[in-house]
């Protein structure tokens, strides 16, 4: 099991490079020990996890931040080939998308997202959310073994 508090990889899977940015800047700002891998799109994310191509020697990550509206595979897409995965089924997977719609909700949990966080608008909105994210699965919660 993994300890509380132990640097963690995370795959961010985001399209968005101001997006990507705020993120990186959110660990920055709030002093994230945390290894923060990106994939920019679906297929990226899949190669990444099973490591394929330049990605060959990618290490499984402990978290998934993943967006929903990607190109190549959307995000419902990667969540449910993770989630029907035996071997990346139990990674956590945390869908964190500027969609607030209904129906998005809805299936990313039916798909068994751990969680669903629509993007904050605001930088400093966003720094908080990434960092409420990463206090919880890192210092809150046990995260299954590598």
């Known amino acids: 099991m993994s300890l509380p508090g132990r640097p963690i990889d995370i795959l961010l899977v985001e399209d ?58 959307d995000g419902r897409q990667v969540l449910e080939k993770i989630k029907s995965d035996p071997d990346l089924s139990h990674i956590p997977v945390v869908v964190l998308t500027t969609s607030a719609a209904e129906e998005d909700i809805l299936r990313s949990y039916r798909l068994h997202a751990n969680a669903y966080v629509t993007k904050p608008v605001d930088l400093d909105q966003f720094v908080a959310a990434i960092k409420q994210i990463d206090d919880f699965f890192v210092q809150v919660v046990r995260l299954p073994p590598r």
């Open 16 to 73: 968005d490079p101001g997006d990507e940015l705020m993120t990186r800047e959110a660990f920055e700002d709030n002093k994230i020990g945390n290894t923060l891998h990106v994939a920019r799109d679906g297929q990226e994310a899949l190669d990444f996890l099973y490591r394929q191509g330049v990605h060959a020697e990618a290490p499984q990550p402990d978290l998934i931040l993943l967006d929903l509206n990607l190109p190549r595979y």
